[in-house]
T-cell receptor, first 115, second 112 residues
Framework: DSGVTQTPKHLITATGQRVTLRCSPR?????VYWYQQSLDQGLQFLIQ???????AKGNILERFSAQQFPDLHSELNLSSLELGDSALYFC??????????????FGPGTRLTVL | DQQVKQNSPSLSVQEGRISILNCDYT??????FLWYKKYPAEGPTFLIS?????DKNEDGRFTVFLNKSAKHLSLHIVPSQPGDSAVYFC???????????FGTGTKLQVIP
């Protein structure tokens, strides 16, 4: 158990809909990262937050947005969903949020299926 | 554009033998490299890392080798155990705020 929790575990929805994925980082961790893993793809970095502020942005679509709240949990919002958004979405957290050598601890993921 | 490539989607090895997982990268700005292990229905777990100032890092049965001139790294597992059966992701970072680029993974099967 990494200490990172993600809800829900599974999500099935229809095209055009909007969903929210939730992540609680390990106790004390200030950084939260979101990744997308599509079929046969590696993990694609989406976005990083550090102590409530956006720190780094990856291949995140404009239809997607995220935020980190004062209690450090984070939400990833996916809107106008398309079939191609079906994927595993992972959240990770780390303690320092500064340099690139901090270990990221991953949650178990949310499997999103768009029908 | 896949900046971190794991060209072998799968690998089978006998228990007790060496497992060698390979990874190539194209971005010369990468200066920190990691390996993660992933079991089904779980998130990736950090395994071992190496900084670009080193060419080898060892942790128990796991050793990572870095060849900067070839932009290649490899993970050696000796001896391989059935519990090592998992998907292994190679990852690289170019410093700053941990924007980590992952490869597509290699599924390792260790046969008892």
């Amino acid at each position: 158990d990494s200490g990172v929790t993600q809800t829900p575990k599974h999500l099935i929805t229809a095209t055009g809909q909007r969903v929210t994925l939730r992540c609680s980082p390990r106790s004390g961790d200030l950084s939260v990262y979101w990744y997308q893993q599509s079929l046969d793809q590696g993990l694609q970095f989406l976005i990083q937050y550090y102590n409530g502020e956006e720190r780094a942005k990856g291949n995140i679509l404009e239809r997607f947005s995220a935020q980190q709240f004062p209690d450090l949990h984070s939400e990833l919002n996916l809107s106008s969903l398309e079939l191609g958004d079906s994927a595993l979405y992972f959240c990770a957290s780390s303690g320092q949020g500064g340099g690139n050598t901090d270990t990221q601890y991953f949650g178990p993921g949310t499997r999103l299926t768009v029908l | 554009d896949q900046q971190v490539k794991q060209n072998s989607p799968s690998l089978s090895v006998q228990e007790g033998r060496i497992s060698i997982l390979n990874c190539d990268y194209t971005n010369s700005m990468f200066d920190y490299f990691l390996w993660y292990k992933k079991y089904p229905a779980e998130g990736p777990t950090f395994l071992i890392s190496i900084s670009s100032i080193k060419d080898k890092n060892e942790d128990g049965r796991f050793t990572v080798f870095l060849n900067k001139s070839a932009k290649h790294l490899s993970l050696h597992i000796v001896p391989s155990q059935p519990g090592d059966s998992a998907v292994y992701f190679c990852a690289a970072s170019d410093g700053g705020y941990q924007k980590v680029t992952f490869g597509t993974g290699t599924k390792l099967q260790v046969i008892p």
